[in-house]
């Protein structure tokens, strides 16, 4: 159980152009998901935190406008690197907060490498 | 402060050597840590967790030792195999589901 899905899981674009990425939650409901943005050998860093059916909270120093974020069901997040440019590349981690957890545990997609050329 | 430090950096274990990481952490709000499991390319991996109402949680091979007063927690692989290679992130949280907050990583390598 807990598993989550992401959609694509590498992608290239040219830059200008927008990439959106797919997060679900296969097996459970997640009211909350994280997006994390990833840089070779370093830990993850947290982008956004969206709750189903309202605005994603930004953390500091992320442009909203050019990460859209939409938690449009329980069970899927969509992430839309708009306008994309070669700073963008990087390997985006989406996680789902189990509801029926006692905890809330998160459990994390496979992660999409996405390269902006 | 809502940073989590994490150590060594980097670990290379002999195969059925014991794996030893550990973190520390400095806000007294968080009540629940968690380690991840990461391979090169994949997503974390929820290994296992722990509450600071207990001193020792275990999972098979894997356990978390809990030092509240010193707010320190760390992880035990036991009997390391080359499968368990791959880097592990502790990680550290408040109210049961609010954002992680990680540690740096460590990077195991299991020999032969």
């Known amino acids: 159980g807990a598993v989550v899905s992401q959609h694509p899981s590498r992608v290239i674009c040219k830059s200008g152009t927008s990439v959106k990425i797919e997060c679900r939650s296969l097996?459970?409901?997640?009211?909350?998901m994280f997006w994390y943005r990833q840089f070779p050998k370093k830990s993850l860093m947290l982008m956004a935190t969206s709750n189903e059916g309202s605005k994603a909270t930004y953390e500091q120093g992320v442009e909203k406008d050019k990460f859209l974020i939409n938690h449009a069901s329980l069970t899927l997040s969509t992430l839309t690197v708009t306008s994309a440019h070669p700073e963008d590349s990087s390997f985006y981690i989406c996680?789902?907060?189990?509801?029926?957890?006692?905890?809330?545990?998160?459990?994390f997609g496979p992660g999409t490498r996405l390269t902006v050329t | 402060q809502q940073q989590v430090k994490q150590s060594p950096q980097s670990l290379i274990v002999q195969k059925g050597g014991i794996s030893i990481i550990n973190c520390a952490y400095e806000?007294?709000?968080?009540?629940?840590f968690p380690w991840y499991q990461q391979f090169p390319g994949k997503g974390p991996a929820l290994l296992i967790a722990i509450r600071p109402d207990v001193s020792e949680k275990k999972e098979g091979r894997f356990t978390i030792s809990f030092n509240k007063s010193a707010k320190q927690f760390s992880l035990h692989i036991m009997d390391s195999q080359p499968g368990d290679s791959a880097t592990y992130f502790c990680a550290a949280t408040t109210g049961g589901g609010n954002k992680l907050t990680f540690g740096t990583g460590t990077q195991l390598k299991v020999e032969l």
């Open positions: 806000n007294t709000a968080f009540d629940y």
């Open positions: 996680s789902a907060r189990a509801v029926e957890r006692a905890f809330g545990e998160q459990y």
């Open positions: 097996d459970f409901q997640a009211t909350t």
